[in-house]
């Protein structure tokens, strides 16, 4: 399968996903990174990888429109079987996701439904959450709320901040995207009637 990840700063996530593509018995492969910051740092790490690399910067575009229409023609040149949102941090149209619902997940720092948007790791401490951690799931017109594929979960310790609880919970990240690719691209979960269904596919 031909992954296309989406990435806005760091891109800790996305390298994850390219380490665990490199295995032989990895069923996806990443073909390209695209960002909407020209400055993000997970592009200089992509490209270092030999992995095609755009950068889509909102403000160069008249509209949301038109700046998707040029992310769409990249990704026809591209095509991809799946989009990988990875610390992506922009909302997409309707429009977008119709165009690759079923087909386009993300990750999201919190244990979905609890926590959607931003502020999540902050948002668990002040709730007095004993745990916390992070969701990949199908991305719909809804923000966060897409059905889930997996989630993972780490103590939150009475001593946390933000940034610690959040260096915890990146560690888990790391481990359940590519699990979680791993299992959409073999065909062994997918996206029907609005739920995520496992399928008994080999
Ligand atoms: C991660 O915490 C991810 O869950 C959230 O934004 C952060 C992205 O980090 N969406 P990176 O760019 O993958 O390092």
Excluded: W
Aim: proline share 4%; with cysteine.
């Amino acid at each position: 399968k031909r992954v296309v990840v989406f990435i806005s700063g760091g891109g800790s996530n996305m390298m994850a996903l390219v380490a665990a593509a490199k295995a032989g018995d990895f069923p996806a492969e990443i073909v390209g990174v695209i960002s909407d910051k020209a400055d993000a740092g997970g592009l200089a790490k992509a490209a270092a990888q030999g992995i095609p690399t755009f950068a889509f910067v909102r403000k160069d575009f008249a509209s949301k429109e038109a700046h998707e229409e040029a992310i769409f023609a990249a990704l026809d040149q591209l095509s991809p079987d799946i989009l990988c949102l990875a610390g992506y941090m922009r909302l997409l149209s309707g429009t977008f996701i119709q165009r690759y619902e079923g087909r386009m997940i993300n990750i999201h720092p919190s244990l979905l439904p609890l926590f959607p948007g931003l502020h999540t790791h902050q948002r668990a401490i002040d709730a007095g959450m004993r745990i916390a951690g992070c969701t990949v799931h199908f991305v719909t017109e809804g923000m966060d709320e897409g059905p889930v594929i997996g989630q993972a979960a780490v103590p939150v310790l009475s001593s946390d901040t933000a940034d610690c609880l959040a260096a915890r919970v990146l560690t888990v990240e790391h481990q359940l995207y590519p699990q979680a690719l791993r299992l959409f691209a073999q065909g062994k979960v997918k996206m029907e009637g609005g739920k995520a269904v496992s399928t008994d596919a080999a």
